[in-house]
């Protein structure tokens, strides 16, 4: 290539680089309660990558992206928005979502931040709501996660029919074996999951005695877990809600007075399912 050529080279690279009007746009969020969604979630959404964590909501858009398409800030705000009803139908959670604040950053990488009120967003999942990106393509309909959610429900709870069923058999065989030597810690396992069948107000407490006792009996979390054939988000979930959820059947309600709710039938069922099959692997180990 020849010295005349270069500078043509360089500026035609100088253009493409300085096309857009800005360097970056982003758009943040705030949220409360911070653990409104008990996992990180990253996701590309309309040429934009969000990521949502422990009460912000940061969107990393295209330059491009942004500028020819004037509508985009208000698409990201409703799919959020939609994002944000689904955990709220999931969780029976109240919510508190802002406007989201715009950030621009030149090429002199000097950074504007726009602000925004805050607005509240307590509100409840409708069947209509349905989000396109610019093209028409349908990216969320609530209708479509509502029955996904109620088929994930009713599965839910076929399992814990099969598992109490399971259980009874496991039981009955062991005495019909003839006697055996005692196991303080079977009869403790049996007394919380009646205790919890009885006193459905503190259900939490009693069926996380299950996990207490049996890591104590495997030497922790990881073994109990491994010996237990349970995932380690099943454990982790099931931890979460017994302890860190303000909820009246909760561990450690004392801690959220004035935001307690109760647990909803779905979030119960779950952590059914989990003690119960706590009690199968043990019931298994020892018959």
Known sequence: MSSEEKPQEDSRESSTA????KKLYEIEWSYTPVDFFPSPIAADVL?????????????????????????????LHNHLLARF????YKTGKKYDLDDGSLIEQDWNDLRIKHLALSVSSRISVTDGLQISDSSGKLLFDSSTERLREKSKHQQKQTDLQVLEGQIAAVIEQH????????DPLLDSLLASHLAAYNDPGNELIYLYETRDALSKRFGGDPQAQKELSVSSSEWRDFGRL??????????????????????????????????????????????
Do not use: M
């Open 18 to 21: 300085v096309r857009t009007k």
């Open 242 to 287: 017994s302890n860190n959820e303000p909820v009246l059947q909760g561990r450690h309600r004392g801690n959220f007075a004035r935001e307690l709710r109760s647990a909803t039938h779905e979030e119960l069922v779950e952590a059914r399912v989990f003690a119960k099959k706590l009690l199968l692997a043990f019931l298994r180990q020892i018959t």
């Open 85 to 88: 009803k689904v955990q709220q």
């Open 47 to 75: 040429d934009c990558t969000l990521k949502i964590e422990k009460g912000a909501v940061v969107a990393n858009i295209k330059p491009e992206a942004y500028e020819e398409n004037p509508l985009l800030q208000q698409q």
């Open 175 to 182: 005495w019909q074996n003839g006697p055996h030597p005692d």
